[in-house]
C-alpha cells in the first residue's frame, strides 16, 4: 500500500477547494465559462496527481523529476504561466480595441461641437438624388 505525503494531500485538498470555488463563480456569474473550463481541467490534473501516487510516481520519472512533489507544484507552475501569457495577450488585445473606441469617440464628439457651433461638418450630408 502505498501511502499520500502530506505535500500531496495539501495540493490534492487544495485543487479540490479550487474546483468548487471556481464553480460557485461560474455560478454566481463572476467568471465566464471559457476560463472556468481551464481551471477546472487543470485543478483535476494537479488533485489527480494529488491522490494517486503510482500515476505521480510514473509522471515524475518521465519527467525526470526526483521529487515527485515537485511534480505537482510544476504543473500549478506551468497552468500559472500559460494562464499569465494568455491574459497578457487578452488584456493588449483590450487595450487596443480600448485606443480604437476611445479614437472613434473624439471623432464623434468633435462632429457633435461642430454641428452645434454651426460649423460644417465633418463630412457631408447625402443628397437625395430624386
Known amino acids: 500500500m502505498v501511502f499520500l505525503s502530506r505535500t500531496q494531500v495539501i495540493a490534492a485538498i487544495g485543487a479540490v477547494l479550487l474546483v468548487l470555488y471556481v464553480l460557485d463563480l461560474v455560478r454566481r456569474r463572476k467568471l465566464s465559462e471559457e476560463y472556468s473550463l481551464l ?10 496527481l494529488g491522490f494517486s501516487t503510482p500515476l505521480l510516481v510514473w509522471v515524475s520519472r518521465e519527467l ?4 515527485e512533489n515537485s511534480t505537482v507544484f510544476a504543473f500549478g507552475l506551468v497552468f500559472s504561466m500559460a494562464m499569465l501569457l494568455h491574459l497578457s495577450v487578452r488584456l493588449s488585445r483590450l487595450g487596443l480595441e480600448s485606443q480604437a473606441l476611445a479614437r472613434e469617440l473624439a471623432l464623434l464628439r468633435q462632429e457633435l461641437e461642430e454641428s452645434r457651433a454651426g460649423g460644417p461638418p465633418a463630412c457631408p450630408p447625402a443628397v437625395d438624388p430624386a
Do not use: D
Open 39 to 48: 481551471w477546472v481541467v487543470s485543478t483535476v490534473v494537479v488533485a489527480s
Open 64 to 67: 525526470g523529476i526526483v521529487q
